[in-house]
């Protein structure tokens, strides 16, 4: 794997906690909400918004200019369309690194820059690198107003990152990681109910977790840019899912050879996520690309993407900074 010229770059962070008043410790350890818990641990943060296609939207400035950004943890990193470089007065560098799809429909190389600030919320992240390259197919499939991009992993996990997909709430630390925090929000959650799956960031830099498919064991990223569950097509046939089909030629993937291959429907009698068990869980399926599934890799392969349908439906807690993700079933 080549070395990204991203990591040369240093970034850091300011909070302005009042965003979410004066709350006292012990209310979070108690009785009190995840806002709560989060307020007297002095996190920052920003609401989401859950725009046409369900996906998890943040209004935020970039070097003083309102744009808007997906919260995608399927991405390795900060990603700006080059469409909007112009715009925001970014400078581009050439490098000889390509970014594809999840279909490997499209392999490209993309530039690399540095935004002096991204603000989103009371929270200001400065010096952040990103990478450029054309995303303009994203508004056009997910039927969205223009937006400038995907905030990604790389500064998720250097900023301890929580995302509340259910409630729709980012959660960042103006010190960054931090175990301590991370063990009382595990022993906060778990009181209410949610089950504790672990995360593991994988080699290219996709965070991933333990799953069973019909009691086939398997991984899946969380991705929490895909709207649904994903999976690769012969591995979900392999598990026992039986493909259906959802109105002729409305949902197709592209191949790289140009190919356009339907999308499937199919019900998985159990998914499971850790410990989590999501009974008749029902999941798309298509041919995706062996870069994204690491079909080659015996340590890190995986099934597919597990969508934001599931993780918002089942209260998904992301922590990204203690590596674990939280959920819980509907009362």
């Known amino acids: 794997m080549k070395n990204s010229p991203l990591g040369l770059a240093v970034a850091a962070i300011i909070c302005f906690t009042p965003l979410f008043g004066q709350a006292a410790a012990p209310a979070a350890t108690s009785g009190g909400t995840l806002r709560d818990f989060f307020a007297s641990h002095g996190f920052g943060g920003a609401p989401l918004q859950r725009r046409f296609g369900n996906h998890l939207f943040v209004s935020a400035s970039i070097d003083g200019r309102r744009t808007g950004l997906l ?8 990603l700006i369309d080059k469409s909007s470089a112009g715009t925001l007065g970014l400078s581009i560098k050439d490098t000889p690194v390509t970014a594809g799809g999840v279909f490997g429909k499209k392999w490209e190389r993309y530039g690399v820059s540095k935004v002096n600030s991204i603000a989103m919320g009371n929270c ?3 010096n952040v690198p990103v990478a450029l390259a054309d995303e303009s197919d994203l508004n056009y499939y997910s039927r969205l107003s223009h937006i400038d991009g995907l905030f990604g992993a790389r500064e998720m996990v250097k900023f301890g990152m929580v995302i509340d997909c259910g409630r729709q709430q980012i959660y960042i630390s103006p010190t960054g990681p931090n ?8 022993a906060f959650l778990a009181g209410r109910g949610f089950t504790r799956i672990p995360i593991r960031l994988t080699g290219n830099r996709h965070f991933d977790v333990p799953a069973a498919i019909n009691g086939h064991a398997t991984r899946l990223i969380v991705d929490t840019g895909a709207t649904t569950t994903l999976l690769g097509k012969e591995i979900a046939v392999q598990s026992g899912i039986v493909p259906g089909t959802i109105g002729p030629g409305r949902l197709f993937s592209q191949t790289t050879d140009g190919r356009r291959v339907p999308i499937s429907a199919g019900n998985a009698k159990e998914l499971q996520i850790g410990d989590f068990r999501i009974p008749n869980a029902e999941v798309l399926m298509a041919p995706i690309d062996s870069a994204v599934i690491q079909s080659k890799s015996s340590g890190e392969a995986n099934a597919g993407l597990l969508g934001e349908e599931h993780l918002s439906f089942n209260f998904a ?6 590596m674990a993700m939280y959920l819980r079933h509907a009362d």
């Open 317 to 322: 807690v992301i922590d990204l900074g203690g």
């Open 124 to 126: 200001t992240i400065t």
């Open 71 to 78: 919260i995608d943890t399927g991405a390795p990193i900060t």
């Open 179 to 186: 175990a301590g925090t991370s063990q009382q929000l595990a």
